[in-house]
């Protein structure tokens, strides 16, 4: 964000939604082809909206292959303009360092103790508040910052 200031986004699909962990490790596959913290914004805006898809009743019945082709192929639907391909989210799905990638993260909000959504750390330390504009985040974090 700033020479100062880097912001991580750490994702946390509970264990007994096993779908939210195949969307979840598109995350890294988004970030890597991208390069861009919005894209995995969008990624997670979009899965989020579109959720009832993968969790609902229909999906509770699919297999993982049945899951893993759903997931992508409405994925592909939204992101294909963006050059991403239904091949190349079977094959992120696939993909053993985004899997250790999304792990990893989850692992990362166990250890810290995430209860809640959103959960936000900074430096490490939990912050009570969550600020929902770039205005309040700013205003919050300009204390801990050196002065220009």
């Known amino acids: 964000v700033t020479d100062y200031v880097e912001v991580y986004t ?3 699909p509970l ?3 096993h779908n939210s ?3 979840s490790r598109l995350a890294p596959y988004v970030y890597e082809k991208t390069q861009c913290g919005g894209a995995v914004n969008a990624l997670m805006s979009w899965a989020l909206e579109n ?13 993982e292959f049945q899951a893993l082709d759903t997931i992508c192929s409405a994925f592909t639907q939204r992101f294909g303009t963006h050059g991403f391909t239904q091949d190349g989210c079977i094959e ?3 993909n053993r360092t985004y899997e250790i990638a999304t792990r990893v993260s989850w692992k990362y909000g166990c250890n810290n103790k995430v209860n809640a959504t959103p959960t936000v ?9 969550y600020f929902a504009t770039q205005d309040d985040w700013v205003n919050f974090l300009k ?3 050196p002065a220009h």
């Open 10 to 12: 750490h994702f946390f």
């Open 15 to 17: 264990p007994y939604h």
């Open 21 to 23: 962990f195949f969307v």
């Open 51 to 63: 959720q009832d898809q993968f969790m609902g009743a229909t999906a509770a019945n699919q297999t």
């Open 92 to 94: 992120a799905m696939n």
């Open 121 to 129: 750390h900074v430096n490490g330390v939990e912050v009570d508040e």
């Open 143 to 145: 204390p801990f910052l």
